[in-house]
């Protein structure tokens, strides 16, 4: 059995990483937890400005290079636009995080149809770049990984009692698309492990902006084992490990970093 320390498999150095959302609350720290193991990122945003701020702002290590493209997982001539330009500006892709998402707060009560599938549209966009990716990667004969974001909310139902009275339901429309994601990142691991390219999915649990009620969180810190609330660093482990070597023999899983949420 090779020798390889656990820093060469968590290292990324020379590893192109595409990630999509990056200027988010949460793709902003998945964003620099891949150029802190040393790829070299492009930031993918359907606003060109975010995009390139958010470039700007990632480490560099051993001579890594970041760049930014402008993708819009809603339009498939975008996302073809997007993905070829961040091949022709990096060289390559051999790592795509799928976490750009285009949100409606409508709940179950007042979505509308077209609003329901806006947001189920973020699914197809994932499952095109992904296609894309993949012959990106078996055109090249090489090896690559997808880690699409999925959520708590996609293998459990929210709190009823820990939104009332203060906002909207947690949306519905939300669940069906992150139950959806968790499920196609298993089928399309199974077809895609013979070329290899590895699938897997990682999900959230609460870990509210800055922009959300105070209120409603300490509502859902009630509802978490640990009595608080997810911080954005606290993902950036878990996605290396799906995303590096480290990770090399795992494939079509859902890694969930809820503080024990969905234990309960």
């Known amino acids: 059995m090779d020798d390889v320390s656990i820093q060469q498999l968590f290292d990324l150095t020379g590893r192109v990483a595409l990630i999509t959302g990056a200027s988010g609350w949460l793709g902003n720290a998945m964003a620099t937890a891949l150029a802190e193991a040393g790829a070299n990122v492009v930031v993918a945003s359907r606003d060109a400005t975010k995009a390139d701020e958010t470039r700007a702002t990632l480490p560099t290590h051993k001579g890594s290079r970041h760049h930014f493209v402008v993708l819009d997982q809603l339009d498939e001539a975008s996302i073809c636009r997007g993905f070829e330009d961040a091949v022709t500006k990096a060289g390559r892709v051999d790592i795509l995080i799928n976490n750009g998402h285009a949100a409606d707060g409508h709940d179950l009560t007042d979505v509308a149809a077209d609003q329901f599938q806006q947001v189920l549209a973020n699914a197809t966009g994932w499952f095109l770049l992904s296609r894309q990716f993949h012959g990106h990667v078996v055109h090249r ?9 999925g959520s708590m909310y996609g293998q459990v139902g929210s709190y009823p009692d820990a939104y009332e009275g203060i906002c909207a ?21 199974v077809y895609w492990a013979k070329d290899k390219v590895r699938v897997n999915c990682l999900s959230p649990g609460p870990f509210p902006g800055p922009g959300v009620s105070q209120a409603l969180v300490e509502r859902l810190k009630a509802k978490s084992p640990m009595g608080r609330m997810g911080l954005p660093h606290e993902l950036k482990g878990a996605l290396l490990l799906l995303a590096s070597d480290a990770g090399s023999y795992i494939t079509g899983q859902n890694l969930t970093v809820d503080g024990g949420w969905t234990a309960w």
Do not use: E, F
């Open 141 to 149: 004969s090489a090896s690559g990984c997808i880690v699409n974001i």
């Open 169 to 189: 339901a947690s949306p519905v429309s939300y669940h069906t698309l992150k139950g959806g994601v968790i499920h196609m990142t298993r089928h399309l691991a």
